[in-house]
């Protein structure tokens, strides 16, 4: 085979990065990809616009090499068979960067959110000059190997960088200065994000096909951290400090947190106070054993973390009304046989009639590369302003 649907267009020269479109025809695309292909009526109906706009359109995004015609379909929204309009997903790439204490994780993903390239680096220190030349070196390489990226992010925990010291955050490796010299560098957007809102994105956006618009995720670890989107936003806040809810209270009388909050969520549920106060264990792990091998004690205090978790998800639930929760890092393991005592937590705050949509998903840290990619993905197709 020479020639394949996802080849670049005869003379792309220099490598330029996502085309520039006007915000409806960008819209436009994002529809035909989600749903793997639609035809010229189906994306009309969707955006609500007239056929001869919806043709225009049509043909600016096959003048930019983004959609192919995929033939006559028969398509069930009319009974009637249609010319389908394809997202060429090979074209462009994103690629995303997890900062680890001591290693540099990256994942590339084509525009159908499937990883196609994957580093990893081991790096002595950590620090603005480290991570920029990494990334300048995957970027070299992944264009070497046929990649057309057209977005970075990098991710890690703003809290504290996976094992590093207290106070390492992302930010303090990755200062804004940074970020945006690499920007003007590289040529492409680039975003320095925390770990759970590239998780929040890697989640939702395989999510905006089905209409989900919003969504709330909570990862649970050794930090809490929240993940929200509104009206397909991820949001990140005024001074980007959105979703720091993890001292929320949670019980009246529970346990301490380090500012002094008793019952917060973070005194409840955190992984670090769960091990704390089980006496003799040293990860969640040896917990979550005790507690399998019938120790009151070990069993008392997972249930206890589960009930806080649900509550937490509760106040989430009354104050944004999402789609769906979902809930990851040890959330499954922690809720593994205690979603009653989820429901209990949740169902103290939390009094509509109906039952909200929760989801526990197993998230590999491993995947965190990924969901950066992700990142740049869904930033730059659902949100980037121009
Ligand atoms: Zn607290």
């Known amino acids: ?66 959609i192919a ?3 006559r379909e028969q398509r069930a929204s009319t009974g009637r068979p ?49 991570i920029g030349a990494q990334c300048r070196a995957w970027l070299a390489e992944a264009k070497a190997d046929g990649l057309r990226v057209a977005a970075l992010a990098v991710c890690g925990s703003v809290e504290r960088i996976d094992a590093a010291a207290e106070g390492v955050g992302l930010h303090a490796v990755v200062p804004e200065a940074a970020r945006s010299q690499w920007e003007s560098e590289f040529g492409i957007p680039v ?48 001074h980007r400090r959105a979703g720091r809810f993890s001292h929320v209270l949670v019980a009246a009388d529970g346990a301490r947190c380090p500012l002094e909050h008793r019952g917060c969520l973070w005194a409840e549920s955190s992984t670090t106070s769960i091990v704390h106060d089980v006496v003799g264990a040293r990860t969640l792990g040896d917990v979550i054993d005790r507690a399998t091998a019938g120790e009151q004690t070990a069993r008392a205090r997972l249930a206890r973390a589960a009930r806080g978790i649900g509550v937490a998800a509760g106040h989430i639930l009354n104050l944004l009304d999402p789609d769906k929760v979902i809930l990851t890092g040890d959330s499954p393991s922690i809720l593994d046989s205690r979603t009653e005592d989820f429901d209990e937590g949740m169902r103290t705050v939390y009094t509509a009639p109906d039952s909200p949509v929760i989801e526990v998903t197993v998230f590999d840290f491993l995947e965190w590369a990924r969901a950066a990619a992700g990142l740049a993905l869904y930033r730059r197709l659902a949100e980037y302003d121009h």
Do not use: C
Request: glycine share 12%; aromatic share 6%.
């Open 69 to 71: 015609e995929g033939g």
């Open 1 to 66: 085979m020479t020639s394949t649907p996802d080849d670049l267009p005869a003379g792309s020269g220099a490598d330029p990065g996502w085309p520039q479109l006007h915000p409806t025809t960008q819209s436009a695309y994002n529809h035909i990809l989600w749903n793997g292909g639609l035809s010229k009526s189906e994306v009309a109906k969707k955006l609500g616009l007239s056929r001869t706009r919806m043709t225009a359109i049509a043909r600016d995004l096959e003048a930019a090499g983004l």
């Open 191 to 238: 975003w320095a994000e925390d770990d759970v809102v590239a998780l929040t994105a890697f989640e939702q956006w395989p999510r905006l096909a089905e209409g989900q618009d919003s969504m709330a995720l909570i990862s649970l670890g050794r930090e809490i951290g929240f993940g929200l989107v509104a009206d397909r936003k991820i949001i990140l806040g005024a």
């Open 82 to 130: 249609a010319d389908m309009l394809l997202a060429r997903t090979g074209l462009f790439h994103f690629l995303g960067v997890h900062v680890r204490a001591g290693e540099l994780v990256a994942a590339g993903i084509d525009l159908a959110n499937k990883v196609v390239w994957e580093r990893r680096q081991h790096v002595d220190e950590l620090g603005p000059s480290v």
